[in-house]
């Protein structure tokens, strides 16, 4: 039996894609150019053209377990939904979706498919980790490399950054194993880190003073708009730093955790220096 990765290039799928590898299990990675790297299969899929839902299944007709990652839109649901129902019209018995800690079951985006999966007569399981450790370069460097700075609306909030190598190791075991334990297992990473600790480990690893700029709401979205990030995105994510974030809300979920990865964000960092050098 064959297991289907949607996001199969992305950052959790790409260390999950490997341990299914390594574990000789049948893979295939969907993407939407349908190119992967070797020795991986691929095929094309694309969450908002319903047209190639099928192209999966007709490539490999014994798809019966598949990994979700959403697409990247803020109405993501109803794709999610469709696709879903298309897939279990299509004989798959089991989903693992990734969502979010914060999200619980019923809440917006993820939560909203976390719920509709629970609705269904199949296997599930809803990985719902912290911040992922892969995604401090890319949110941070630039600032970083030009700035010295990190800038953020967290204040003085702790947050719980988790590999997605650790999320990818309790993703495959929810794929791959007979039962799944736990359909809803919060993942965080081994320590709460705020962004002044950020900044200080940063200032040792690269030799020079890094500082931790503190936002107002309006200041951080502004940030991410002038990154690219679409107004109504912005607003979501500038709500998580100032008040899911500030107000402890990653210290609770730090606490009620179900899985605490092995892998920190300093060795991260000190592993790859060069992407936050200018």
Known sequence: ???????????????????????????????????????????????????????????????????????????????????????????????????????????PSMGKA??????????????????????????????????????????????????TEDIADVAFKALVEEKIDNNNPIIVGPELVSYDQIADMLTEILGRKITHTKLTEAEFKKVLIGRGMPEDYAQMMTILDSVHV???????LFRRADVVGKRTLRAFLEARPVTVCP
């Open 1 to 107: 039996m064959t297991i289907l990765l949607t996001g199969g290039t992305g950052k959790t799928a790409s260390p999950l894609s490997k341990l299914l590898l390594q574990a000789k299990q049948p893979v295939v990675l969907a993407t939407r150019s349908g190119k992967v790297p070797a020795p991986f299969s691929g095929v094309r899929f694309d969450w908002l053209d319903s047209s190639t839902y099928n192209i999966p299944f007709d490539a490999y007709s014994d798809i019966d377990r598949i990994y979700i990652v959403a697409p990247p839109v803020m109405d993501m649901f109803p794709p999610m939904k469709a696709f879903i129902d298309y897939a279990v019209e299509r004989g798959v018995k089991r989903f693992v979706l990734l969502s979010a800690g914060v999200l619980e079951i019923g809440g």
């Open 114 to 163: 976390h719920e509709y999966l629970d609705s269904l007569k199949v296997e599930y399981c809803a990985l719902r980790p912290s911040w992922f450790i892969e995604n401090f370069t890319t949110q941070y460097a630039d600032l970083i490399k030009t700035r010295n700075e990190i800038v953020s609306a967290t204040g003085d909030g702790l947050l719980g950054y988790v590999s």
């Open 246 to 252: 500030a107000r402890g809300g990653e210290e609770q």
